[in-house]
């Protein structure tokens, strides 16, 4: 196979892998705070990606006008629901926050059935089935949106933790719970938003899959094994980890799906999972939890 | 010969009220009566229920009594299927024999990922997503293996059988509701024995604190060893079970991640810990899942994914009343005493 078949699969592994990392972020952010692993992280993208099918369908909107109004619906939805339910479970045993949230998995999935069907949808945009040309390099201009739009949002999500009161007093939350408690931090409001916002990076990153891949209501449990996959690569609580991480699995699939078949590819994913689990278990770029 | 043995039997009844033996036999009593009481699909149901709780019983071994919460238990499940039927369908080796194969190779399998993550020291979520992680890797690698049939699955021949071959477990639901009783019945004595026993001490004391059980002397990596092994062994057989009560075994289903989901949910109903809350919590889920299901088709509404919404508030509602699981409040209801603190 020639040289630029691969380059073109990788560049489109990377991009994917943009919108991934996105996603992966939201787990990351969550659990790196609150401490509870969202295992109904995939469900709430595949929330996203129904909002911005449907509001394609009827509104004609297109899914990058959509990224930022679908990320505020999922930021409330996550506060409320941290606020709701989740909040008084932070502090039992993980088993028991496992049950919550694959019982919330199966409820989300299983309305998005009841109203959508199984069937898969898709979003036709104008710039579908347009690409990018530079030289060898073909790429799917649908997937440089996408790509983009994640780079841009995780950078603002950067910022935000960076420079602003709030996301200082947010990390202060993650750094030490009960130093955090002991300088009057409102710990429970904090935690509600960094519920809020890690479900609205899994909402914008929805937002951008539907350009990427069609929506189906079942499609969760494998995406939300690919957040853990992710985050754990690039180490939990690390913001450009999850990025990183993203990339390396976008790639890793692509090129996997390539050589040798599209079905075996998530197995590369998580051999790449296990070898980062032994070898370096607080992942590439995060810092050894104890 | 016999002074040991006795010694053993009566460890194992000590701390059983009188209160309590009476209710298990009557239960037991109950079980044992049953396929002569209700109808088919009841026994079908009933077949269900205690292969969860068997599948969960031994789950149980892992997380309950030593604390490590495994996610991907349907790796022991499919491995002990998908082994037990190989060599029935290729070799015609029946499936008891095909335990005897079955039991090391899913113990074995424990024993690598227990290795794998005890000495790098992955523990808590990471262990748990670490299980998932290979339960994947199974999943997606049976689907290739061509020596299996890879994703078309494997299909065990299926005939009407005039009696039971209780040897080549093939027959009538009857002698499989049998079957899992006793397997069932023999998991509770393992446990209730483990429980009672050195290594159990020592698995209690790791789940409450893996620190303070080194520092007391325990050798933590090898009684967690034992607790994997121990546990992948047992859940094997119900793999075996599975594979030759449907007769069939396909990788997206017998390795999928649901199925882990399924094994666990019946204990954390239950009660994590507790020798009953498997079985318990086998009986509320399917029990559930079933009543849901008719009580859908009585009211005439056909709607796909309404059960599992119910399904779904169900365990929400369990989970956030009882965080315990519904056995200890219910044993104590009951004025049973439950040899967990």
New interface residues.
């Given amino acids: 196979m020639p040289f630029d078949v691969y380059l073109n699969v990788a560049v489109g592994g990377i991009l994917t892998g943009l919108v991934y990392g996105l996603m992966a972020l939201g787990l990351s952010v969550i ?1 790196g705070v609150v401490r509870v ?1 969202n295992f109904a992280h995939g469900e709430m993208m595949t929330i996203a990606m129904f909002i911005a099918v449907l509001a394609f369908a009827g509104l004609h909107l297109d899914p990058l006008i959509l990224l930022i109004p679908i990320a505020a619906v999922m930021f409330v939805f996550g506060y409320v629901l941290q606020r709701g ?1 989740i909040n ?1 479970f932070i502090t ?1 045993p ?3 926050q ?3 949230l ?6 989300i ?3 998005l ?2 109203i959508f069907g ?1 069937d898969a949808r898709s979003v036709q945009t104008s710039y579908t089935f347009d690409s990018f040309q530079a030289g060898p390099l073909i790429v799917d201009a649908a997937k440089v949106y996408a790509g983009a739009a994640a780079i841009v949002f995780t950078a603002a999500l950067f910022a935000f933790f960076r420079f602003t009161l709030v996301g200082k007093a947010i990390r202060a939350c993650a750094d030490n719970h009960t130093g955090a408690l002991v300088v009057g931090l409102d710990v429970k409001q904090l935690y509600a938003l960094t519920f809020g916002l890690g479900a609205a990076c899994v909402g914008a990153a929805g937002t951008m899959m539907v350009l990427i891949v069609d929506a189906t ?1 079942m499609l969760g ?1 494998s995406y939300t ?1 690919l957040a ?2 992710i985050v ?1 690569t690039g180490g939990l609580g690390s913001m450009p980890g999850a990025l990183l991480g993203g990339v390396l699995i976008g790639v890793t699939e692509a090129l996997a799906g390539l050589l040798f ?1 599209p ?2 590819k ?2 590369f994913a ?2 790449i ?2 070898l980062v ?3 370096r ?1 607080q992942g590439l770029l995060g810092k050894r939890l104890t | 010969m016999t002074a040991p043995l006795t010694a053993h039997l009566s460890r194992l009844t000590a701390g059983v009220s009188r209160r309590s033996a009476a209710l298990l036999a009557a239960v037991l009593a109950a079980f044992l009566a049953a396929p002569w009481i209700v109808n088919d699909y009841l026994l079908t149901v009933l077949i269900i229920i205690l292969y969860f709780a068997y599948a969960g019983q031994a789950w149980n071994i892992m ?1 309950g009594f030593a604390g490590q ?1 495994s ?1 991907g238990h349907a790796i022991y499940l499919g491995l002990g299927g998908y082994v037990a039927a190989t060599l029935f369908t290729q070799f015609g080796i029946g499936p008891w024999l095909g335990l005897l194969a079955a039991i090391p190779v899913a113990a074995a399998c424990g024993a690598v990922i227990g290795f ?2 005890f000495r ?3 523990a ?3 262990f ?3 299980t ?3 339960a ?2 199974a999943r ?2 049976f ?2 293996l061509d020596f299996v049939n890879a ?1 078309s699955g494997l299909f065990l021949p299926v005939k009407q059988y005039a009696h039971n071959d209780l040897w080549r477990l093939r027959g009538g639901p009857t002698m499989f509701y049998y079957v899992i009783l006793a397997a069932t019945v023999f998991a509770c004595l393992l446990c209730h024995f483990l429980l009672r026993s050195r290594v159990g001490y020592f698995w209690l004391a790791i789940r409450e604190d893996e620190q303070a059980a080194r520092a007391a002397g325990i050798d933590t990596f090898r009684y967690k060893m034992y607790a994997v092994m121990v546990s992948a062994a047992v859940t094997s057989f119900a793999g075996v079970f599975y594979a030759f009560f449907y007769n069939n075994l396909f990788p997206e289903q017998v390795f999928s ?2 199925r882990s ?1 399924e094994i ?2 019946g204990p ?2 239950g009660g ?1 810990g507790t020798l009953f809350g498997p079985i318990l919590g086998a009986f509320v889920l399917t029990g559930l899942a079933e009543t849901l299901n008719s009580g859908m088709t009585a009211f005439g509404l056909d ?4 059960t ?2 119910f ?3 169900c ?2 509602l369990v ?2 009343a009882l ?1 315990n699981g519904v056995w200890p409040p219910l044993a104590r209801r009951l004025g049973l005493i439950e040899d967990k603190k």
């Fill in positions: 659990f692993v339910l008084p039992r993980e088993h028991t496992f049950l919550l694959v019982a919330l998995a199966i409820i999935a299983n309305v059935l009841i199984p209501p449990p094994l853990f996959v754990i078949t079905s075996a998530s197995m998580f051999g999972l296990v689990l032994l070898f278990p | 997380m919460l996610l794998l993550a790098f020291r992955v808590g979520v990471y748990a997503i670490l998932i992680a290979f994947e890797f997606i690698g689907d290739h994703s991640i649901s989901i666990i949910l954390i109903i994590v709607l796909p994914g309404a599992q919404v399904y779904g508030i365990l929400l989970v956030v965080p």
